[in-house]
């Protein structure tokens, strides 16, 4: 199994934060959790850091509902500056939306590894994580 250095989660909810890093913590395969609470903040990371691969995740948990900048909003600039990304970056959206739409537009996105709906289980969650 491949350690991971970093996994960041973009997402407002307070509890789906707190207890996905938990979980996670727990397995001891993941180095360090960032956390940013919206798109806007994350994108802003991601601007500043491209070119420094040490500080970028291998995997990014997306919300697709948040406030200033929502997950769709998010991924559609993401796309645009991946490619000067000095490394790769497994997206998963985790959203509450059980919308037929929204899991169809996901799986027209090619940087979108996985749709998961909320609430997700532990077993789930680490599951997409090992995959890696």
Request: proline share 5%.
């Amino acid at each position: 199994m491949n350690r991971i250095k970093l996994l960041t989660i973009i997402d407002d909810d307070e509890v789906f934060v707190f207890l996905t890093t938990k979980a996670i913590e727990k397995t001891n395969i993941v180095d360090k959790v960032t956390v940013f609470h919206n798109g806007k903040q994350a994108l802003t990371f991601f601007e500043q850091n491209f070119n420094k691969p040490e500080l970028l995740p291998e995997i990014i948990l997306l919300d697709l509902f948040m406030p200033v900048m929502d997950g769709w909003q998010f991924l559609e600039e993401f796309i645009k500056i991946q490619p000067r990304f000095e490394k790769k970056i497994v997206v998963y959206v985790i959203t509450s939306s059980i919308s037929p739409i929204d899991a169809k537009k996901a799986k027209t996105i090619t940087q979108i590894s996985d749709f998961i709906v909320k609430p997700v289980t532990k077993e789930k969650l680490l599951d997409n994580i090992l995959k890696l």
